[in-house]
């Protein structure tokens, strides 16, 4: 079993930056690929970007490329998600999930809320 807290999110204006933090616990989560998706009120949820268990292979939404950086501190069961040059359209709620096998994403955090006011 595998258990996702998602912190960092906030209000911030437009060009600012954040950090979301995704605390994992349970046996197996340095084993797992770690993503971050979000979702926009109105709108389906979308990956925002990816993680592989050794911190590699990082991959991104082509509109966030340039902008947000993740990271992963297996010592502290965290991956972190650096957001700058925040814009309007990147409010949404933040998820951070678990692939237990490829694209399946299995476990999930509660979200964390971004508004970016313009």
């Known amino acids: 079993q595998v258990q996702l807290v998602e912190s960092g999110g906030g209000l911030v204006q437009a060009g600012g930056s954040l950090r979301l933090s995704c605390a994992a616990s349970?046996?197996?989560?340095?084993?797992?690929?770690i993503g971050w998706f979000r979702q926009a009120p109105g709108k389906s949820r979308e990956f925002v970007a990816a993680?592989?268990?050794?911190?590699?292979?990082?991959y991104y939404l082509d509109s966030v490329k340039g902008r947000f950086t993740i990271s992963r501190d297996n010592a502290k069961s965290t991956v972190y998600l650096q957001m700058n040059n925040l814009k309007p359209e990147d409010t949404a709620v933040y998820y951070c999930?678990?692939?237990?096998?490829?694209?399946?994403?299995?476990?999930w955090g509660q979200g964390t809320q971004v508004t970016v006011s313009s």
């Open positions: 993680v592989g268990w050794s911190g590699g292979h990082p």
């Open positions: 999930a678990a692939e237990t096998t490829p694209t399946n994403f299995e476990y």
């Open positions: 349970g046996p197996t989560v340095s084993t797992l690929n």
